[in-house]
C-alpha cells in the first residue's frame, strides 16, 4: 500500500487530492469529495487512514474501549492487513493514497511500520510556525497550547469513537523519523516547494509511487482542479469529510508564510527553540 505520512497540516490532503485528481474525472472527483456513500471506486479515493477503529475492532476480541495504546499498537499490523485486503477488494483506482499521521518509530519494541503492508511513503513536511496557526484552529486549542503539544515527546492524536490514535511524539522528532527511514523507499517534499512549483514537484511524487503513463499535461490539469481556492468553494457549499467538529473549516490558508502575521513572537521564537536544527536542516532558520 502507498502511504501520504506526515506530521498534521502540512499537506497530507493537498497530496492526496492531486493524486485522487490525476485519476478521476472532474466530475467523479467532485463526486468523491462531497458524497460519502460506500458505493464503488469514488470514496476510496480520499477516504482511507490507517487509524479506522473498524479495522482494528475486526481483529480484536475486546472492545477497543478496553484497551490502551500500546496494545492498539500491538493490534496495528493485523488491522493494516485488513485494510489492505479491503482496499484490493473496493478499488481498482491507483494510485489510492493512505493518509498517516505516525511517526516512523517503535511502541515497547513494536514497529509501527512494517514492509509487508507498506510499499512507499510521501512525506510532505511544513515549517513548524505554520504549522502550529494551523493546527491551533483545527483542534481549538490556543497558540501557546498548540505550541506545546507539538514539543511533547509523548503526543499523540486521535478522535473518540472514530479513530484510534497516531503517535505524533514532537515535530522534530516526527520529521527526523521519517528522514531517517531506510526499509521503506520515502519521499520527502516541502510544503512550500510544493506552493513554490506545484507542477514538477508532484510530477516528482506521482513518478515516485510509479504512476503509470506519467505526463506533465495531467499532471498540471490535477493541480489546477486541486486549487485551494476552489476547494475552499467546495467546502463552503457541501463540507469536507476530514473537517473536526473543532474546526470552523479544513481549508483554511494554505499560506506559506501565514504566520509571519498571525502567530505572537513570543510562540514563534518558542518554536524556534524548540526545534531550531530541524529547521535549520530543513532550511526554515
Same mark, same amino acid.
Given at each position: 500500500?502507498?502511504?501520504?505520512?506526515?506530521?498534521?497540516?502540512?499537506?497530507?490532503?493537498?497530496?492526496?487530492?492531486?493524486?485522487?485528481?490525476?485519476?478521476?474525472?472532474?466530475?467523479?472527483?467532485?463526486?468523491?469529495?462531497?458524497?460519502?456513500?460506500?458505493?464503488?471506486?469514488?470514496?476510496?479515493?480520499?477516504?482511507?487512514?490507517?487509524?479506522?477503529?473498524?479495522?482494528?475492532?475486526?481483529?480484536?476480541?475486546?472492545?477497543?474501549?478496553?484497551?490502551?495504546?500500546?496494545?492498539?499498537?500491538?493490534?496495528?499490523?493485523?488491522?493494516?492487513?485488513?485494510?489492505?485486503?479491503?482496499?484490493?477488494?473496493?478499488?481498482?483506482?491507483?494510485?489510492?493514497?493512505?493518509?498517516?499521521?505516525?511517526?516512523?518509530?517503535?511502541?515497547?519494541?513494536?514497529?509501527?511500520?512494517?514492509? &509487508?503492508?507498506?510499499?512507499?511513503?510521501?512525506?510532505?513536511?511544513?515549517?513548524?510556525?505554520?504549522?502550529?496557526?494551523?493546527?491551533?484552529?483545527?483542534?481549538?486549542?490556543?497558540?501557546?497550547?498548540?505550541?506545546?503539544?507539538?514539543?511533547?515527546?509523548?503526543?499523540?492524536?486521535?478522535?473518540?469513537?472514530?479513530?484510534?490514535?497516531?503517535?505524533?511524539?514532537?515535530?522534530?522528532?516526527?520529521?527526523?523519523?521519517?528522514?531517517?527511514?531506510?526499509?521503506?523507499?520515502?519521499?520527502?517534499?516541502?510544503?512550500?516547494?510544493?506552493?513554490?512549483?506545484?507542477?514538477?514537484?508532484?510530477?516528482?511524487?506521482?513518478?515516485?509511487?510509479?504512476?503509470?503513463?506519467?505526463?506533465?499535461?495531467?499532471?498540471?490539469?490535477?493541480?489546477?482542479?486541486?486549487?485551494?481556492?476552489?476547494?475552499?468553494?467546495?467546502?463552503?457549499?457541501?463540507?469536507?469529510?476530514?473537517?473536526?467538529?473543532?474546526?470552523?473549516?479544513?481549508?483554511?490558508?494554505?499560506?506559506?508564510?501565514?504566520?509571519?502575521?498571525?502567530?505572537?513572537?513570543?510562540?514563534?521564537?518558542?518554536?524556534?527553540?524548540?526545534?531550531?536544527? &530541524?529547521?535549520?536542516?530543513?532550511?526554515?532558520?
Amino acid at each position: 500500500m502507498q502511504f501520504v505520512a506526515s506530521y498534521p497540516k502540512s499537506g497530507n490532503t493537498w497530496v492526496r487530492l492531486v493524486a485522487a485528481a490525476y485519476t478521476l474525472t472532474d466530475d467523479a472527483l467532485m463526486e468523491s469529495l462531497t458524497s460519502y456513500s460506500a458505493a464503488a471506486d469514488l470514496p476510496a479515493t480520499l477516504q482511507y487512514t490507517d487509524v479506522e477503529r473498524y479495522q482494528y475492532q475486526t481483529i480484536s476480541p475486546f472492545p477497543l474501549s478496553k484497551i490502551n495504546f500500546p496494545v492498539e499498537v500491538r493490534l496495528r499490523p493485523a488491522a493494516l492487513l485488513v485494510l489492505k485486503r479491503e482496499q484490493n477488494l473496493t478499488t481498482t483506482q491507483r494510485p489510492i493514497l493512505i493518509k498517516s499521521h505516525h511517526i516512523h518509530g517503535q511502541v515497547d519494541g513494536i514497529d509501527l511500520w512494517n514492509t &509487508t503492508w507498506a510499499d512507499q511513503v510521501v512525506n510532505p513536511v511544513r515549517d513548524p510556525r505554520e504549522i502550529c496557526c494551523s493546527f491551533a484552529a483545527h483542534r481549538d486549542m490556543n497558540y501557546e497550547e498548540t505550541a506545546e503539544l507539538m514539543a511533547d515527546s509523548k503526543a499523540r492524536m486521535g478522535e473518540e469513537d472514530e479513530r484510534v490514535q497516531s503517535l505524533l511524539s514532537t515535530w522534530s522528532t516526527h520529521v527526523r523519523s521519517w528522514l531517517s527511514a531506510e526499509e521503506i523507499p520515502v519521499h520527502t517534499v516541502k510544503y512550500e516547494d510544493l506552493q513554490a512549483s506545484p507542477v514538477p514537484e508532484f510530477y516528482d511524487i506521482l513518478d515516485f509511487l510509479e504512476v503509470p503513463d506519467l505526463t506533465e499535461e495531467r499532471v498540471e490539469d490535477a493541480v489546477e482542479r486541486t486549487r485551494f481556492d476552489r476547494m475552499q468553494a467546495m467546502e463552503a457549499e457541501h463540507g469536507f469529510h476530514e473537517r473536526t467538529a473543532d474546526q470552523a473549516q479544513f481549508f483554511r490558508s494554505g499560506k506559506t508564510d501565514g504566520w509571519k502575521d498571525e502567530l505572537p513572537t513570543d510562540v514563534a521564537r518558542k518554536i524556534e527553540e524548540d526545534h531550531g536544527e &530541524t529547521m535549520e536542516r530543513l532550511g526554515y532558520l
